[in-house]
Nanobody, 124 residues
Framework: HVQLVESGGGSVQAGGSLTLSCVAS????????MGWFRQGPGKDREGVAT????????NYARSVKDRFIISWDNAKKTLSLQMHSLQPEDTGVYYC??????????????????WGQGTQVTVS
């Protein structure tokens, strides 16, 4: 079983930046992919950015590409998401997730079975 704990959410004005962190603990060795997902008000959960922890290969949603940066610190077992040029449409609860995937680190939430509790990001 894997535990994921997010932090770093908050409120920011449009154009601002935030960095989210997710610390992983437990039986993490069998997993190879991690990612950030978000759920805006009245919307379905969607993939934002994912990566393969072994290779560092990344995958971004088109809406955040060139604004967000996902990274993994294996020594600290910490997944980060740097968010820049934030816009009101980036508002939502951001979740960290982990899983074992074949091929590319998918942006589909259904492919991941370990989830954090979420952290709120509000952009006004």
């Amino acid at each position: 079983h894997v535990q994921l704990v997010e932090s770093g959410g908050g409120s920011v004005q449009a154009g601002g930046s935030l960095t989210l962190s997710c610390v992983a603990s437990g039986k993490f060795g069998s997993l190879n992919s991690m990612g950030w997902f978000r759920q805006g008000p009245g919307k379905d959960r969607e993939g934002v950015a994912t990566l393969r922890t072994s290779s560092g290969a990344t995958n971004y949603a088109r809406s955040v590409k060139d604004r967000f940066i996902i990274s993994w610190d294996n020594a600290k077992k910490t997944l980060s998401l740097q968010m820049h040029s934030l816009q009101p449409e980036d508002t939502g609860v951001y979740y960290c997730a982990a899983g074992f995937l074949l091929g590319v680190a998918s942006l589909s939430p259904s492919r991941y079975d370990n989830w954090g509790q979420g952290t709120q990001v509000t952009v006004s």
